[in-house]
């Protein structure tokens, strides 16, 4: 009997169909899986960066607000991404070139060297004493100092009143 004729009866008796149910039924829970844990991944990467800010924020517009002169003090912060694991891994060449790169795991977890912040994009700060040109210097060399970045994507504003 010819594979084509296999094939044929195999359709008729009803069990290829059932094996391709089975085999989309498969396909489509691990999408959903692998979907469902990236979205994880995804958000708590974002809140992780999130955090990452609003922590800036919070300590910089404190320290800021101490400066002589300054008065109250709002600071907002922008950063690019979600920051990076550097991980430990081991590389392998085999005897034909190839190499591979396998992450170190200690309990089951990759080994982290290092973990690098997030990239400051703009550093917003609203001061009520800025509109003094000594004030607006200070805050401004102060914050390029403390966070490492250069004055040009940090903008400073005197704050307006409330009325």
């Given at each position: 009997?010819?594979?084509?004729?296999?094939?044929?009866?195999?359709?008729?008796?009803?069990?290829?169909?059932?094996?391709?149910?089975?085999?989309?039924?498969?396909?489509?829970?691990?999408?959903?899986?692998?979907?469902?844990?990236?979205?994880?991944?995804?958000?708590?990467?974002?809140?992780?960066?999130?955090?990452?800010?609003?922590?800036?924020?919070?300590?910089?517009?404190?320290v800021l607000s101490k400066m002589a002169g300054a008065g109250e003090v709002s600071v907002f912060v922008t950063v690019a991404s979600e920051g990076e694991k550097v991980l430990a891994v081991e590389t392998e060449q085999a005897?034909?070139?190839?190499?591979?790169?396998?992450?170190?795991?200690?309990?089951?977890?990759?080994?982290?060297?290092?973990?690098?912040?997030?990239?400051?994009?703009?550093?917003?700060?609203?001061?009520?004493?800025?509109?003094?040109?000594?004030?607006?210097?200070?805050?401004?060399?102060?914050?390029?100092?403390?966070?490492?970045?250069?004055?040009?994507?940090?903008?400073?504003?005197?704050?307006?009143?409330?009325?």
């Amino acid at each position: 009997m010819s594979e084509a004729a296999k094939l044929g009866q195999k359709i008729k008796s009803g069990k290829f169909f059932e094996i391709v149910v089975v085999i989309i039924l498969i396909l489509v829970v691990a999408a959903i899986v692998f979907t469902t844990f990236t979205e994880k991944d995804a958000s708590k990467d974002a809140e992780g960066s999130a955090a990452y800010e609003r922590e800036l924020e919070a300590r910089l517009g404190e320290v800021l607000s101490k400066m002589a002169g300054a008065g109250e003090v709002s600071v907002f912060v922008t950063v690019a991404s979600e920051g990076e694991k550097v991980l430990a891994v081991e590389t392998e060449q085999a005897e034909d070139g190839t190499v591979t790169t396998t992450p170190i795991l200690s309990g089951g977890e990759p080994i982290v060297l290092e973990e690098r912040k997030p990239e400051i994009t703009g550093v917003l700060i609203v001061a009520e004493g800025a509109d003094d040109l000594n004030v607006r210097f200070n805050l401004l060399e102060a914050a390029a100092s403390v966070l490492n970045i250069n004055q040009s994507i940090i903008k400073v504003y005197t704050m307006g009143g409330n009325s």
